[in-house]
């Protein structure tokens, strides 16, 4: 077992995020035990409270990784006064569930985080998801506030991520991936055609 003294608590930190993530990435969020993620980086589970505040927390951070991952896959779209790159947004959102299931399927609605107050750093990661969408839809009314395009954007990707939601399980074929994406392009395509004629 390490001894407390080769690590500083931001490196055991570090590995403790790290081991809890590749067991969510493997196993799913169900197999996430506080004694055998401190085991895996040679401390005891004490090591991990010192370092987050409860599991709560510490899946808090792993929720924000994936944030992290998303809001930069989104990135990658390049923004245009085209309505198609809202098709493209929301395939990249939907490959990335496909993709990462057990990493994403309890972003939004974790049992342990219900309920808990949700930091700033935190909010700051979601919104972050949200911001490609909303510069699109910037770019196609840029007339628009920013308060309705937020609530747009919000209401496109609760659109999508309720698709995947319901629709995307551990295991899965190519036929049901062309479903998948078939029903959340019809969503956008409507959804983009009566919000741009309005």
């Given amino acids: 077992m390490a001894r407390r003294s080769e690590h500083s608590q931001e490196q055991i930190k570090t590995m403790i995020l790290d081991a809890a993530e590749q067991v969510v990435i493997t196993e799913g969020f169900s197999a996430l035990k506080a004694r055998d993620i401190a085991k895996e980086v040679g401390y005891t589970a004490g090591s991990l409270y010192m370092v987050y505040a409860n599991m709560a927390d510490l899946i808090l951070h792993i929720h924000a990784r994936t944030l992290a991952a998303i809001a930069l896959q989104l990135q990658q779209i390049p923004l245009s006064k085209t309505e198609s790159v809202m098709e ?15 990493r994403w399927r309890f972003i ?15 909010q700051d990661k979601i919104d972050h ?48 991936i062309k479903q998948l994406e078939a029903t959340v392009l019809i969503l956008v395509r409507h959804f983009m055609r009566g919000w741009v004629s309005k």
């Fill in 129 to 176: 998801v949200y911001a490609q969408f909303e510069l699109q839809l910037a770019q196609l009314k840029p007339q628009l506030d920013a308060l309705e395009i937020k609530m747009t954007a919000t209401a496109f990707f609760a659109g999508v991520h309720g698709i995947c939601a319901l629709s995307i399980t551990r295991t899965h074929d190519n036929d049901s």
């Fill in 88 to 102: 493209s947004l929301a395939l990249v959102y939907m490959n990335y569930s496909v993709q990462n299931f057990n």
């Fill in 108 to 122: 939004f609605d974790d049992h342990l985080l219900l309920g808990a107050e949700i930091p700033d750093w935190y």
